[in-house]
């Protein structure tokens, strides 16, 4: 799921709503897996079902590499026509650094708050807001896996939203799992 999410946390952890330094953050260059679409802050995983290319994580369980730096489409090759093949097109993947991604917080199934420094893992399927598995990151532990630490907080709203938060994450040393 693409950085969709137009609600601010509560508190801003980095002092304000500024802009996220990315100068230091470690970003890996992937192959991307035949026919996968990917948008700036999906999740992905590097999968034995995709022989070891880029695609979107979609289950709890995946084994998250990073988030997407920037959106490309290798749905199909330039003309327009063939489907892309693994491999056709590369993405930069952030996996260690601050990134801006989707936080979700429910008023139900994933309603635990996120507080600065919460450890956050990948959503399971909801449907308020819409969010599919693995696209968004929750204070619930829903898949065992964490993936990040929250710099921003929200708290366990009335109705269930999804809100622009900045984490931390570091999928090279395994820190904040």
Do not use: W
Not at 3 to 21: E, K, M
Not at 36 to 46: I, N, Y
Not at 76 to 84: N, Q, S, V
Not at 89 to 101: A, M, N, P, S
Request: hydrophobic share 45%; proline share 3%.
């Amino acid at each position: 799921m693409a950085l969709t999410a137009t609600l601010n946390p509560s508190v801003f952890g980095l002092g304000g709503q500024g802009g996220i330094t990315s100068e230091d953050n470690i970003v890996f260059t992937y192959k991307m897996a035949a026919s996968a679409s990917l948008s700036k802050g999906d999740f992905v995983t590097l999968s034995d079902s995709t022989n070891g290319y880029v695609s979107k994580v979609t289950a709890t369980s995946d084994s998250c590499v990073g988030v997407a730096a920037v959106s490309v489409d290798n749905t199909y090759k330039a003309d327009g026509i063939t489907a892309g093949a693994a491999g056709d097109k590369f993405i930069g993947v952030i996996r260690q650094g601050i990134v801006e991604i989707d936080g979700l917080v429910t008023a139900s199934t994933m309603n635990a708050a996120i507080f600065l420094d919460s450890p956050l893992y990948l959503s399971h399927a909801n449907t308020l807001p819409v969010v599919t598995a693995g696209g968004a990151l929750t204070a619930t532990n829903t898949g065992g896996i964490i993936v990040g630490s929250a710099i921003d907080s929200v708290p366990v709203p009335s109705a269930s939203a999804l809100y622009r938060m900045r984490v931390f994450i570091d999928r090279l040393n395994d820190i904040v799992n």
